[in-house]
């Protein structure tokens, strides 16, 4: 019989870093990803900011500590940019799993001052290429402390071989105009990063997959305070008898809304489904947001794609993606 390539498995990767150490985590992502690739997966997405940790001391810290300023130089040392070694290491280890990879990092702007991070989700394809990168469109409370604000330009969805890929960071899923805009794509598997665990979120995640009718990848950070080492002085901030920071809850959803991967709990682990794309169709007969149940004759929707750009050169856009010859006109 000839093989569905309507049906096929995702990965969900719930580990924890290596706090602030960018080799090591790179090098434990590599680790799940080859792993993943052995058990035939198309994809595998990893948690929010998963290169080199959340920053969870932006909780914990009050905001005048000089410890704030400690930790931001140390995160901007461990931080991604992008294309560098550590995403050189992550695509060898793609291409060679034969996978397509979706991992939260913090990314430094390499394209300006070189000194300010975004919370930002990096794809790359099975072949080991970069396809694209989404930075978080507003960092959430505390989170202010550490990332830039992104924009609308890496909102995007990605044609890949099993379907359109795309998603949203972490309370970005609780924005009904970026969910939409997600929908308006056709993003059939969405991935969904965070920091956050538990319920509401769960029920968002199944909410999500409902509404657009499309396959949720929800992926948590695990973290204990012991994950954090000793030498560092923010765990003094945390409460004596506090063990988990995050207990994860990474889970997979179809697009009825029901879970395919059963949240896990206090524990590192990969979890895989198996998806059937056809299934998708089936849901949107009845309900298609940005379909059947628009009403564009009512309601108006656009999207400011355009860049905030910081630097141009001969009017070029600086991306650190993109060779300067290749890059768009501003």
């Not at 049906?7 to 434990?28: D, G, S, Y």
């Not at 009050?62 to 992008?82: F, G, Q």
């Not at 199944?206 to 950070?221: D, L, S, W, Y």
């Not at 905030?308 to 856009?317: A, K």
Request: aromatic fraction near 10%; include cysteine; proline fraction near 5%.
């Amino acid at each position: 019989m000839e093989k569905d390539d309507t049906i096929f498995t995702v990965a969900v990767a719930q580990a924890t870093p290596v706090f602030l150490n960018r080799e090591a985590t790179v090098e434990k992502a590599c680790n799940l990803i080859s792993e993943a690739g052995r058990m035939e997966a198309r994809l595998i997405v990893f948690p929010e900011a998963f290169i080199p940790a959340y920053p969870d001391w932006v909780w914990t810290i009050p905001p005048s500590n000089k410890l704030l300023n400690d930790l931001y130089i140390e995160l901007i040392n461990n931080a991604v940019t992008i294309p560098d070694h550590a995403t050189e290491r992550l695509c060898q280890a793609a291409k060679a799993a034969g996978i397509y990879v979706a991992i939260g990092i913090n990314e430094r702007n390499a394209e300006s001052s070189n000194t300010s991070l975004y919370n930002t989700m990096l794809y790359i394809n099975s072949e080991g290429s970069i396809i694209g990168k989404h930075r978080k469109i507003i960092p959430t409370g505390g989170e202010r402390l550490v990332w830039a604000r992104g924009d609308g330009s890496t909102m995007d969805v990605y044609d890949t071989p099993f379907g359109k890929l795309g998603g949203l960071t972490c309370w970005e899923n609780y924005m009904p105009l970026a969910r939409y805009a997600m929908y308006s794509w056709g993003t059939q598997i969405y991935v969904a990063a965070t920091w956050d665990s538990g319920e509401p979120w769960l029920s968002t995640l199944r909410h999500i997959a409902k509404e657009g009718c499309m396959f949720v990848i929800g992926c948590c950070m695990v973290m204990k305070i012991d994950d954090i080492p000793d030498s560092y002085e923010f765990r003094k901030f945390y409460r004596k008898d506090k063990e988990w920071i995050n207990v994860g809850g990474s889970s997979i959803v179809n697009p009825n809304g029901q879970f395919l991967a059963e949240p896990l709990e206090r524990e590192e682990g990969i979890l895989y489904a198996e998806i059937d794309l056809k299934s998708i169709s089936g849901s949107k007969w009845i309900l298609d947001v940005a379909g059947n149940y628009a009403r564009p004759d009512i309601f108006r929707f656009s999207i400011n794609r355009r860049p905030n750009v910081i630097m141009q050169i001969d009017g070029h856009v600086v991306d650190s993606v993109l060779d300067e010859e290749e890059c768009p006109q501003a």
